[in-house]
């Protein structure tokens, strides 16, 4: 069974916990938190999300925040981390097939749970194309 981890502030909380509702069944699940809608700082449970993926502890990631950008962005910052910002199912599918991203971001604020959902399963169900994107995800990491 593939292990997904799962990070949020307090505007993706909502959206984190419907989710974790979903993939309890089909996936091993690792919550980063937040815990609540309490206010607090995306960059708290994005960076142990990034280490997770990155050594392995986690297949994928799903981080959501209000727009996904702020999450998205601290995500990028790490090497290996390849965290898509998408608001619909082709994106996600592209960001898999061209991409190879490990970590899906959603916008909790723009969209609904039932659009999470389905982008969620297009991410974990897309296979990476290879071939012609092979040489542009190498040249993604500076170092």
């Given at each position: 069974?593939?292990?997904?981890?799962?990070?949020?502030?307090?505007?993706?909380?909502?959206l984190k916990e419907f989710l974790k509702t979903k993939l309890s069944e089909n996936y091993?699940?690792?919550?980063?938190?937040?815990?609540?809608?309490?206010?607090?700082?995306?960059?708290?449970?994005?960076?142990?999300l990034a280490e997770a993926v990155v050594t392995g502890k986690v297949n994928w990631g799903?981080?959501?925040?209000?727009?996904?950008?702020?999450?998205?962005?601290?995500?990028?910052?790490?090497?290996?981390?390849?965290?898509?910002?998408?608001?619909?199912?082709?994106?996600?599918?592209?960001?898999?097939?061209?991409?190879?991203a490990n970590i899906l971001a959603l916008p909790a604020r723009y969209i609904t749970n039932?659009?999470?959902?389905?982008?969620?399963?297009?991410?974990?169900?897309?296979?990476?194309?290879?071939?012609?994107?092979?040489?542009?995800?190498?040249?993604?990491?500076?170092?």
């Open positions: 069974m593939k292990t997904i981890g799962i990070a949020c502030d307090h505007a993706g909380y909502q091993i699940l690792v919550d980063f938190g937040t815990d609540s809608e309490n206010s607090m700082d995306y960059p708290d449970v994005a960076h142990p799903i981080a959501i925040c209000g727009s996904g950008n702020g999450i998205n962005m601290t995500l990028n910052k790490h090497a290996g981390i390849r965290s898509a910002l998408c608001w619909n199912s082709e994106l996600a599918s592209l960001a898999r097939k061209h991409n190879d039932a659009l999470a959902l389905e982008m969620l399963e297009v991410f974990t169900n897309t296979d990476f194309e290879g071939g012609r994107h092979e040489n542009r995800i190498r040249k993604i990491n500076l170092s």
